[in-house]
């Protein structure tokens, strides 16, 4: 086990164990609101129709774009901060984002937006394979 220097009785592995095992259920975890919307595709898969593709391809890859520009955005705005500071040099590198950066100051917006798009995507890979192994 791994314990620190100065406390022999910290066990750091433990604690770091701990802290990404409830980020991961917070970031990647299925909520409620995702299996609704597994729901509502399920439903829309109705044969002859194409909502479910006009869904996908158009209103996803529009969100995915959005997202990903809102997110490049934000590590541009904390990179010229840093720069500015000029603490990239002297080694003493100190981010701190705010709600500011984020979409109506609320970055669990943007959380629950790329929950979304992560749900949706596996939706389609799990979709298309149970396509190509029914057909």
């Given at each position: 086990m791994k314990?620190?220097?100065g406390h022999p009785k910290y066990n750091?592995?433990?604690?770091?164990?701990?802290?990404f095992e409830g980020d991961f259920k917070k970031v990647v975890g299925i909520s409620w609101y995702l299996w609704g919307l597994l729901v509502i595709f399920l439903l829309l898969?109705?044969?002859a129709t194409d909502i479910i593709t006009y869904l996908t391809h158009f209103c996803f890859l529009q969100l995915l774009l959005a997202v990903g520009s809102k997110m490049e955005h934000i590590i541009t705005e904390l990179a010229l901060e840093v720069a500015e500071k000029h603490t990239a040099i002297e080694g003493d590198i100190v981010v701190a984002p705010s709600d500011e950066l984020?979409?109506?100051?609320?970055p669990k917006?943007?959380?629950l937006l790329i929950h979304i798009i992560l749900f949706q995507n596996a939706f389609e890979i799990a979709f298309f394979f149970?396509?190509?192994?029914?057909?």
């Open positions: 314990h620190c220097k750091f592995y433990k604690y770091m164990h701990r802290a898969n109705v044969h984020f979409w109506f100051n609320r917006l943007v959380l149970w396509l190509l192994v029914t057909k």
